[in-house]
């Protein structure tokens, strides 16, 4: 555990930002660890309630998580969607059987009246997860992808679509606010780790649900974002390929200019040492390929030192 | 085959429903085969539409019949359900992993807007089903049951509370509407069989549906009903013990007196042989317990014989 007090706050994704937050969760007492999830790819299908990120999130925490795949849980069986497949119904959203037991339950809790936060925070206890893990909001806040005139609902153009049709633009919802153990958590954080997750539609979405942005902008502590793009590609995921297709250069430097002032530092991968001299804010360059638990807290000791240095 | 090209029309409810339903699809062209399926006890649960007795008459035609239990699928599997109760959440209705695909699968397909006769054409087609099997209505029409001054929804009276609590009152829904299909089925219909299900709970909810009371009143043809009651008790359910605590007498005659005017005949088991001796209808005693598909073939033959002969 680090030899503080300091009040870690880390915003997350699905694969990237979960492995960032298992090494957090591994060096930071969990009184002291908020993570912040993407919620912006939840969506309702086969009549449940799904949040890939969050799930995504707290089987990794819980240590369940699938190694080989990032997502979903290990030792996992897909007795019921093969019976969906053989009797016609969509099976583009591949549901495991143990998986379906937290997307049954999360819409149980919530159509008994329980806000998002509350299940998840139930879902904490149950997998026995220290850290708070919390949604970016209550609200729906569906990120949807323009592509060719076209508008589709994230998942639809993610997984059905399997990210093909180039994105033109990306449209996020007006209006939707943040609970207030979100507001609380940045309120009382020393250290914003911005996770190595797709800039896009996993940080932006966060950034978009009011008030994170201002509260992230105005903290007077350090924000520390890590690249999700490495060697000129992205670790997982669309990150690059959208990058190309908005017309920016695909490296960790277009990712800090995106992030633009609401950063302090910027943390990015040994293979492209040098490329960020020349900036602006200080950065780190260290390993941040995350294969395993090692990886992950050495990465997150080394985010947080840097972060350290800059408060 | 029977030789004939009267239109059969039976009404059901769960496992008794289905017993005698398929009975009848293995000696009625299909074409003139047309079940009518109790949904007063269907519910949502765990975000889900889930319809039982639809359910145990799918699988029993479709031959994928638990034949222990006479409802839920054979070599049905629990993993869901155990990480469900592994997660602290609601495993009172247990739920089998190939059930739950067609859980999934309907309750996607109402979303879509599909109607529950769509919807459960669609199933009919997957399993295999030839005739056609049709819910009592498209609206919701919960069935609802008093007991000592609470009002319980019937599953959890049913499966939750396991039929303890003493029923003071079935609560059936005002305004509830059959589907063309059901109007224009009982219309053609020569013959109408009513299932040896629970009176109260199974056959009176398809009876409360408009028209569907007055349709088979009407009707000039033989309308012909199965006793549950064998022997002095319900040969599955609560049917004795409700009428028991109804005041009711336990026997063929109670429940032919509780059909009263719309039937013209009435089938009741070989044990009671002798007690309808002085029925005001004409009546037939016979084996009527289906303990395998040679009996519930038999047991169709015999109704439908001696349905006949009353037109």
Known sequence: MIDSNYKIVCLAGGVGGAKLADGLAQIVPPENLTIIVNT?????????????????VLYRLAGVANEATGWGRAGESWRVMAEVARLDGPDWFRLGDLDLATHLLRTHLLGEGESLTAVTRHLCRQFNIQPTVLPMSNQPAPTMIESNGRIYPFQEWFVREQWQPPVSRIILPDDVRAPAAVSLAL???????????????????????????????????????????VGGTAVKGPAAKMMQEMGLEVSPTAVAQHYGDL?????????????????????????????????????????????????
């Open 187 to 229: 309120e009382q954080a020393h250290i914003v780790v911005i996770a190595p997750s797709n800039p896009f539609v996993s940080i932006d979405p966060i950034l978009n649900v009011y008030p994170i942005r201002e509260m992230v902008m105005d903290m007077p502590r350090a924000v520390v974002a890590v690249s999700p793009i």
């Open 40 to 56: 912006g790819d939840d969506f309702a299908h086969l009549g449940l309630t799904i949040c890939p990120d969050l799930d995504t």
């Open 263 to 311: 950063l302090d530092g910027f943390v990015y991968d040994q293979q492209d040492k040098g490329q960020m001299d020349d900036a602006a804010i200080p950065t780190l360059s260290t390993n941040s390929m995350m294969y395993n638990q090692v990886d992950r807290r050495q990465l997150a000791q080394n985010v947080l030192d840097f972060a350290t240095q800059l408060l």
